[in-house]
């Protein structure tokens, strides 16, 4: 059963997030975020009253999508990172709420091929979580980003190389999560987050998957920590190289 009705033309449209509407108040926002490093601030309120075929509540300019949609309390630090590495952090007041038609306003400043990976929000945790596309990550203190205005071309994030691939997603978290990484070659790993080393911004990171020749992560997701019989059963990941 269909729950919205998208078009599935030759550019189909895809599902980027949920986020439960249930009590929303009057002072609680979405955050939009997306791939050409346009954010947006709406008012939950103004989603009370959605149709049976849904409303707009973003204008995405020609060839963007939606990367993130983040809820807010209207005082937050929003944390912005790319494919190539590097991150913005700014407070989400910096953006006007604005209304549901709106485009939106340039939230980081992209050098030429990067877009924007993944977004997250302070609310979420005080730890950035970066895994590559080639199965390295780390954790890094929220503090070490340095919060400034929007729309600048950020500061490193992680220091990509041949080795290590390219950025494959980022979260938020506090160290209490398990994480699961998923690779283009349908295998899923699941381990404790603080397992992963706590390290500076610009630094390689650790390995902490182990992929098959031509498979790379393509998404990485937190949830739960599981109750273990036994801490031998986890694999910590490797040191630093």
Known sequence: MNILPVENGDDPEKVSAMIRGRGMEEES???FVTRNGTVK???????RNIRSNGIRAITLDEGDELISVLPTTGEEDIFIATRNGMAVCFNERDVRAMGRQAVGVRGIRLRGGDYVIGAGSSEQGDQVLTVTEKGYGKRTALSEYAVKGRAGIGVKNYNCTDK???IADVKIVTGDEDLL??????TIIRMAVDHISLLSRATQGVRIMRLIEGSR???IECT???VSESEDEE???EEEE
């Open 217 to 219: 992560v393509i998404s």
């Open 29 to 31: 926002y979405l955050f």
């Open 164 to 166: 290590t691939g390219l």
């Open 224 to 226: 739960e920590r599981a």
């Open 41 to 47: 601030r709406i008012e939950q309120t103004a989603l």
């Open 181 to 186: 990484v998923i690779t283009d070659d349908a």
């Open 235 to 237: 694999t910590p990941p």
